[in-house]
């Protein structure tokens, strides 16, 4: 089951903040993010795991709500270069599937 | 390292053919999986493996089939071609710690269009 994303798309200005949510009606064992440019691959920002593990870039900050099935995103001081789309995977206690969003959008103007 | 590697890049197909993606990682990656991707429905889970000798169905696995002989190798065949078949296929992989995936490696992709 698909994990629910929202917003589905944002405008910045650059130097302002985003926050990207991602929730799903299942228990979530792990949260995965990743950023896709326009014609380009996936690219891993962060893995959140149950119990508080992270792993991930320096430069992005999440969280995992293991309660609420939710995980936001927090993309601070926006660049030009995170205009993309980012996408949250997840999986769910007793599944070996890693499903993703539908994503959201991230325009970044200067 | 070449990392994930997808062939072709592009193809076009008439439907009813039927055709073979081709996905290698040269990592030693237990986890490969294949994803679709269409305009506003996101990445969606074809099929994956855990290993060699073990694959299992995803979220939109109809019309398509996968084995992994190897763990380099995750061919992915589309049996009888359809319009709806029409999308940019990706392919992943990654390793696993024992009780979660690491991050997910994706190759380059391969953009199929039905006719």
């Known amino acids: 089951q698909q994990p629910v994303q929202s917003p589905q798309a944002v405008i910045l200005r650059e130097g302002e903040d985003a926050v990207i949510n991602c929730s799903s009606s299942?228990?979530?064992?792990?949260v995965h993010w990743y950023r896709q440019k326009h014609g380009e691959a996936p690219v891993f920002l962060m893995i959140?795991?149950?119990?508080?593990e992270q792993k991930g870039h320096e430069k992005i900050s999440a969280s995992f709500n293991e309660k609420k099935q939710q995980s936001s995103l927090y993309l601070t001081a926006s660049q030009l270069s995170y205009s993309g789309t980012y996408f949250c995977g997840s999986t769910q206690g007793g599944s070996e599937k890693l499903v993703f969003g539908k994503g959201t959008k991230l325009t970044v103007n200067p | 390292n070449a990392g994930v590697t997808q062939t072709p890049k592009f193809q076009v197909l008439k439907t009813g053919q039927s055709m073979t993606l081709q996905c290698a990682q040269d990592?030693?990656?237990?986890?490969m999986s294949w994803y679709r991707q269409d305009p506003g429905m996101g990445l969606r889970l074809i099929h994956y493996s855990v290993g060699a000798g073990i694959t299992d169905q995803g979220e939109v696995p109809n019309g398509y089939n996968v084995s992994r002989s190897t763990t380099e190798d995750f061919p992915l065949r589309l049996l009888s071609a359809a319009p709806s078949q029409t999308s940019v296929y990706f392919c992943?992989?990654?390793?696993?710690?024992?009780?979660?995936?690491?991050?997910?490696?994706f190759g380059p992709g391969t953009r199929l269009t039905v006719l």
């Open positions: 990592m030693n990656h237990e986890y």
């Open positions: 959140l795991l149950k119990g508080g």
């Open positions: 299942k228990a979530l064992y792990s």
């Open positions: 992943a992989s990654s390793s696993y710690r024992g009780d979660a995936y690491n991050e997910q490696f």
